[in-house]
């Protein structure tokens, strides 16, 4: 078997993964580096971002403040000292991306301009219109572009991580244009895969966010840390799940129940007041905004609709000049697919999966517990946002930990012999696989689509915004099922050019592992905290649970659990206190 070899491979061309690729290239201009993607990188999630990017920038803010919101919007389950770099190198991070040619808006004297985020108390968010992760990847893209030594595989996907003695040495892809089946070599591997919110059936994430990389990391034996803490965010379209960005919160957009009443005064996030109020009312965060609709829905005060229940947002009062201004893409979203305008309409809104707060455990430098392995991004959990991320931290720290993680990588590949030669025999070993499970087999009943749905049915019932001990225990049984049935997966579509069919299978297969590992941490976590909302449990236990948890994959089983203390360095754990 012919084998590439790079000296650096990044998985991922979405935010995390070029600002690595960046970092790389800089700290070492003699390294080789691949980066692979499964789309073509503009194509990935971090394109769809819309509200903005965190960092301190005005002189009435401080680290110390921005540190601060992160902690308690976390509920205490960030690691301080991970936070406290975040804070330090957000400005320095946002400032470079705009001498890349990010075009941040402006305000009228020319400054760069900030508009307030759910939970944040001052006003920090960088954007660019309501466009933002768009012009974000495009800065990044064209930067990547001037560096020889970056090469790109675009539309490739990632089967497996090559591990030889205790090392990650490379990885196995599927060129998707041809079929073929390759190994490529590597010194030092970056996961940046991005999230998995299609373990869920409502969600704003893109189709090609099925945990990959979570599930690669796991199969090579490295845990997943904080699966149970799930972000749902207050504002999806039904039906779709696409996402109406919190910036039409943030701009002064309400949450109306059924009755028309500003809800959200009934659940401790403070009173209506003629203007916006940080940390408060709709601006509170994303964990409390979610559970308060549920609440609504069990009084019988949400609407009733073909795709479940929901509530409106209503910006109309905003006028048609700031929002063809400053949300021009909500409007072109809610005129697109539902078919309303929102400077006349209100927009009907419900709790859909917005992001995995956990995800591969890495140290602060991105480095993972396994050697030569490296992961930043959403895949990868630091941890800086703890139980619940405040909204417009993860483009930073796509940015932040990115650039860490390509450093780290780039000093040990630095250091490293060439990738030892018995990566050829797993190489074959996973071409057998894939041509045994996926590509010439035969036979089998089951379909990708029943499997996929049952499992969106038992994550939707049993993990979601409220659970408990018997619903997770349910959930965990049929997901166990889902595996075994799994094998007994049909195969229709046999062609070597872009087959779809293989890769959903495979996606399906990453879904599955990354569903048990979110199930098996939220019954074992019997608190509840942040997003993490356990109704046999409701209190916060930090007696036993100011830790993280690390699942580590079982072939034959649920993941096996192990707890790490949650570093604090100068803010001891707290009430969460929002409102006035
Ligand atoms: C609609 C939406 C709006 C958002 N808005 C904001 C916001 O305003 N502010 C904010 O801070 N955060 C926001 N977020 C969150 C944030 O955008 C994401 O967390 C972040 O962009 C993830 O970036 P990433 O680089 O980690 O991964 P992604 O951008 O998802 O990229 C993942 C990459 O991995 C590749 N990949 C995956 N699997 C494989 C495989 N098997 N083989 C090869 N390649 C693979 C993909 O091709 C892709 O290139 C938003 C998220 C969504 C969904």
Redesign the pocket.
Known sequence: MDILSHDVLI???????LRAAIAVAETNPKLSIAV????Y?MR???V??????AAVIKPNDSLDYHAYDTISGGDWMCDQDAVEAFVKEAPQEMLQLEHWGCPWSRQEDGKIAVRPFGGMKIERTWFAADK??FHMLHALFQTTLKYDPIQRYDE???TKLLVDDGRCQGVV?IELATGKIQAIAAKAVII????C?RVFPFT???N??NG??MALAYRAGVPLKDMEFVQYHPTGLPFTGI?I?EAARSEGGWMLNKDGYRYLQDYNLGKPEPKPVLRSMELGPRDRLSQAFVKEMEKGRTLKGPYGDYVHLDIRHLGEKVINTKLPFVRELCLKYENIDPIKEMIPVRPVV??MMGGVHTDIRGATPLKGLYAA???ACVSINGANRL??????E?LVFGARAGKAAAHFAADQKAPNPAIAALALDETERIERQFLWKKGGTERIAVLRKEMHQAMEEGAGIYRNRASLQKSAEIIRNLQERFSDLAITDQSFTFNTEITAAMELSYMLDVAEAIIQSALQRTESRGSHQRTDHPQRNDQNFLAHSLAYRNESGPPRMEYLPVTITRWPPGERVYGR
């Open positions: 998985i991922g061309g979405g935010g995390a993964g692979i993607s499964k789309v990188p990935s999630h971090t769809s971002a819309e509200g903005g990017a933002t992760g490739w996907f990632v892809a940046c895969t991005g999230g919110g704003t994430n893109a090609i966010k990959d990389g996402l960005t917005h992001y991004g959403e895949v909204g417009s931290n993860s483009l930073t796509l």
